[in-house]
Structures are given as structure tokens and as C-alpha cells.
T-cell receptor
Framework: DQQVKQNSPSLSVQEGRISILNCDYTNSMFDYFLWYKKYPAEGPTFLISISSIKDKNEDGRFTVFLNKSAKHLSLHIVPSQPGDSAVYFC????????????FGKGTRLSVIA | DAGVIQSPRHEVTEMGQEVTLRCKPISGHNSLFWYRQTMMRGLELLIY????????DSGMPEDRFSAKMPNASFSTLKIQPSEPRDSAVYFC????????????FGSGTQLSVL
């Protein structure tokens, strides 16, 4: 059973517009959430994270929003650039520490020039 | 730092053969993880080590899979015998501490079992 769900396998966005990637989770013990970005033939790289004590974290063009009551988080990229085209993985960790990250299946973002 | 180093980058083998994947974590990192990426299941955790000790191997699909970490700078994932359904990209990742808040991934090994 997938504890972290990314229900959109792919997303296409025009350059300059906003990209919104969504992620849902089922485990109420998750307290730390991350987004990873993956280019072809490379490993995933850390992009941005958020703790459950916050509802928003911003880093340049990237903002992650967390809605704990809905068990939902989203990644906003504004403005989107062609170099943002990649697979984005949502990940979560439970509050016991010493527990590994659980990843979603990923969403492939294509930013069209 | 060179980051997490995995070898080989690509492996093509025939069904029934033994496959060994290798990983060198970032120096000083205490935790090491093996993940497998497939279209159907995304990134799934196979096993992870903390201070060279296996902590959770519940993700290892079958007894055909085994992993070792003989020291802090080296780990292997072995599949014996390999099957076509094992074809996937295998990633190794390391983390600086047991909180596992941020993982650093290698470039992966693309395994094809014919």
C-alpha cells in the first residue's frame, strides 16, 4: 500500500507559468516532507523540505505547502523554466527518526518553451 | 567530495546469473540505503544500514537478494540468481546521520536481465 501518493504521472506547463505538483500521504506519523528532483541518468537530488510544524517553506522559485489536516502537500515552481523539466519525487519520514524516507512514484514535469 | 559512487553504471546479464552492485557512500555518512526504481512501484526501499549494521531489510524482495556493508566506505547488493523482473535502476544513497532527513543519491545502476 502506497503511503506516499503522487497521482499525476506527468504534467506539462508553459515556460513562465506556475507548475504545481501534488502529493498525498496516509501515514499520520509522518512529520518531515521532502521533494527530490531527478534528471535522466542521474540520481535524485534534494530540492526542498518542510517540517510538520510549518505550513509553507520557500526557496527562490520553489515553495512547498503542507496541509496536515488533508494530508496533502504541494510543490509550486514559479516561474517555470525549461531546466525544471525532470521527475519530481515526494518523500516523507515518520517522527521516530531512524526511519527511512518513503517515496512516491514521481511526477514527470515538462516545461515547454 | 565525489558524492555517492555506484558501479557499474549499466549491467546487462542473462537470467540465472549472479549480479553484484557496488556502492561507496560519502565519507563520514552513517546511514546507507539501497533503493530500486521501477515504473510500477517508483522508488522503493530495499534495505538500509546504520553504522554498517542492517536495520531494516523488509523491502528485499526475496532470498535471491542480499546486501552487505563490511565497512563504512563500501556496500554491495547481490542478486543470485537474477531474473528478468529484477530489471530496474538500483540506487544507493547515504545520509550524514540517523535522522535520515536528507539523502544523497548515487547515479544508479541500470540493470537489465535478459
Amino acid at each position: 500500500d502506497q503511503q506516499v501518493k503522487q497521482n499525476s504521472p506527468s504534467l506539462s506547463v508553459q515556460e513562465g507559468r506556475i507548475s504545481i505538483l501534488n502529493c498525498d500521504y496516509t501515514n499520520s506519523m509522518f512529520d518531515y516532507f521532502l521533494w527530490y528532483k531527478k534528471y535522466p541518468a542521474e540520481g535524485p537530488t534534494f530540492l526542498i523540505s518542510i517540517s510538520s510544524i510549518k505550513d509553507k517553506n520557500e526557496d527562490g522559485r520553489f515553495t512547498v505547502f503542507l496541509n496536515k489536516s488533508a494530508k496533502h502537500l504541494s510543490l509550486h515552481i514559479v516561474p517555470s523554466q525549461p531546466g525544471d523539466s525532470a521527475v519530481y519525487f515526494c518523500a516523507a519520514r515518520a517522527n521516530s527518526g531512524n526511519t527511512p524516507l518513503v517515496f512516491g512514484k514521481g511526477t514527470r514535469l515538462s516545461v515547454i518553451a | 567530495d565525489a558524492g555517492v559512487i555506484q558501479s557499474p553504471r549499466h549491467e546487462v546479464t542473462e537470467m540465472g546469473q549472479e549480479v553484484t552492485l557496488r556502492c561507496k557512500p560519502i565519507s563520514g555518512h552513517n546511514s546507507l540505503f539501497w533503493y530500486r526504481q521501477t515504473m510500477m512501484r517508483g522508488l522503493e526501499l530495499l534495505i538500509y544500514f546504520n553504522n554498517n549494521v542492517p536495520i531494516d531489510d523488509s523491502g528485499m524482495p526475496e532470498d535471491r537478494f542480499s546486501a552487505k556493508m563490511p565497512n563504512a566506505s563500501f556496500s554491495t547488493l547481490k542478486i543470485q540468481p537474477s531474473e528478468p523482473r529484477d530489471s530496474a535502476v538500483y540506487f544507493c544513497a547515504s545520509s550524514p546521520d540517523s535522522r535520515n532527513e536528507k539523502l544523497f543519491f548515487g547515479s544508479g545502476t541500470q540493470l537489465s536481465v535478459l
